[in-house]
Nanobody, 120 residues
Framework: VQLAESGGGSVQAGGSLTLSCVVS????????MGWFRQAQGKEREEIAI???????NYLDSVKGRFTISKDDAKDTLYLQMNSLKAEDTAMYYC???????????????WGQGTQVTVSS
């Protein structure tokens, strides 16, 4: 199983980015997928989850600004990020594993990360 993120970069505050995570070799049903981030000197935090039933959950600080989605035909998970703030600067990771989503933070499958830098 491999997860590969892309789409990170540098953007000014107020701008937008869309992160992609291509998943290959994954065969489980009832999958939970999500996005996490880790800023320098801080702990990793869960920011967006897409459960196997299609429900979503977001970190309070990104609600209304970030949207998680997936395209099953392309085996790709997305994170649309709008109204970016300097505090969104971090390495962003995608993850996937069997449901329930409560186990995703310690899940088995992670991407290598993509850096997002927001300048104020």
């Amino acid at each position: 199983v491999q997860l590969a993120e892309s789409g990170g970069g540098s953007v000014q505050a107020g701008g937008s980015l869309t992160l992609s995570c291509v998943v290959s070799g994954y065969v489980y049903s009832n999958t939970c997928m999500g996005w996490f981030r880790q800023a320098q000197g801080k702990e990793r935090e869960e920011i967006a989850i897409l459960d196997s039933d299609g429900s979503t959950n977001y970190l309070d600080s990104v609600k209304g600004r970030f949207t998680i989605s997936k395209d099953d035909a392309k085996d790709t998970l997305y994170l649309q990020m709008n109204s970016l703030k300097a505090e969104d600067t971090a390495m962003y990771y995608c993850a996937a594993d069997k449901a329930p989503c409560t186990l995703l933070p310690t899940g088995n499958y992670w991407g290598q990360g993509t850096q997002v830098t927001v300048s104020s």
